[in-house]
Each structure stands twice: as C-alpha cells, then as structure tokens.
Nanobody, 123 residues
Framework: QVQLVESGGGLVQPGGSLSLSCATAGNTPDDYAVGWFRQAPGKEREFLAAINWSGSYSIYGRSAKGRFTISRGDVRTTVQLRLNFLEPEDTGTYYC????????????????WGQGTQVTVSS
C-alpha cells in the first residue's frame, strides 16, 4: 500500500503564493508518477499537474498553466507544487495522487490518494 501525505496548505491573500508538498511512503513501486488535483465545494475534482518518476516530464491542467509549477527533486519520494498568483477561485482542497509509470490527467487513473490539504485564498 502506498501512503501519500500533503502539507503546506493555509490561508493566503489574493496574489500570494504557497508551496505544497506531497510525501509518499509505504510499499512504493520503483517507478511512479504523482499528480496534483483540487476540489472546491460543490465542484468536481480538477486536474492541476503531474510529473514522472525522474522529474523530466510534466503536464499541466488549464488552471495551472503559467501559475503553478510541479517539481520532483533528488528525493523522489517528495513532490512539490508551487502555487503563484493565487486567486479566490483557487480555494479548495488540494490532493496528491500516485500511479505506476506514466503521467495522466484523469483522476480515475490514480489508485493512491492523500487526505488533502486546504488552501484558502482570501483577503
């Protein structure tokens, strides 16, 4: 079983930034991709970004392009999501998820999920 734990959420003013982290543990496979999603109250879960095992390839959802950056450093069991130029519409619960090998943008293709971290953008 793979465990994922998100951290770094909080309250931020419009225009501000946050850095989220996703730490994986447990029986992790040798090669897995990590994706970030978010869900606002009353809305469907939305894809933000995903990155492969080596960190050499990533994809972004429409809301994330140009504002959010996903990265995976030498400690490959941790993946970061940098959120810039935050707006009130970015408020929601942010989740990371893992799947074997290839990055995907559909949440149904990720079998392992964290509990989420809350991001609130408000003045």
């Amino acid at each position: 079983q793979v465990q994922l734990v998100e951290s770094g959420g909080g309250l931020v003013q419009p225009g501000g930034s946050l850095s989220l982290s996703c730490a994986t543990a447990g029986n992790t496979p040798d090669d897995y991709a990590v994706g970030w999603f978010r869900q606002a109250p009353g809305k469907e879960r939305e894809f933000l970004a995903a990155i492969n095992w080596s960190g050499s390839y990533s994809i972004y959802g429409r809301s994330a392009k140009g504002r959010f950056t996903i990265s995976r450093g030498d400690v490959r069991t941790t993946v970061q999501l940098r959120l810039n130029f935050l707006e009130p519409e970015d408020t929601g619960t942010y989740y990371c998820a893992a799947r074997l090998y290839v990055v995907r943008s559909s949440d149904t293709e990720y079998p392992y999920w964290g509990q989420g971290t809350q991001v609130t953008v408000s003045s």
